[in-house]
């Protein structure tokens, strides 16, 4: 890795004020291009998994019509031994668009980098909450 190369960690940093404000453009800038993200624990009906960009930009830009994120916090970040991985701890909190119901989720992220973009995120959440949203139209 050299010193222009960002880390995960870095990477996530620069992708946290797009994931708030529902920026899915920058966040797609910061993917590689066969950039792989996973949700281990999404129930029925949900992709347990979503490869490339386009089809990242597709599924992502559905959120910023569902959910309002006003803030995250318990963030902590933690670089793994392996140089290209992170852990992100997080709650999300804002509300469902839809509704006006409140919206608060912890997620656990296990980030990985090449080449100074994200190539695979694995996005663990409570799946039971996810079915109380309402659906994507």
């Given at each position: ?52 960009k ?42 469902v ?41």
């Amino acid at each position: 890795m050299t010193a222009q190369t960002p880390s995960p960690v870095e990477l996530f940093e620069q992708a946290l004020p797009a994931i708030q404000s529902g920026d899915i453009r920058t966040v797609i800038e910061l993917c590689a291009d066969d950039v792989v993200f996973e949700f281990p624990f999404a129930p029925p009906g949900r992709p347990g998994k979503v490869a490339g960009k386009q089809a990242l930009g597709e599924y992502l830009s559905a959120i910023p019509s569902r959910i309002q994120f006003d803030r995250l916090s318990n963030l902590e970040m933690h670089q793994t031994l392996n140089p290209d991985v992170a852990i992100v701890e997080m709650t999300a909190v804002g509300c469902v668009k839809q509704t006006g119901e409140p919206y608060e989720m912890s997620y656990v992220v296990v980030l990985t980098a090449s080449n100074g973009r994200i190539a695979r995120y694995r996005d663990y959440w409570n799946p039971l909450k996810a079915l109380q949203a309402p659906a994507k139209e």
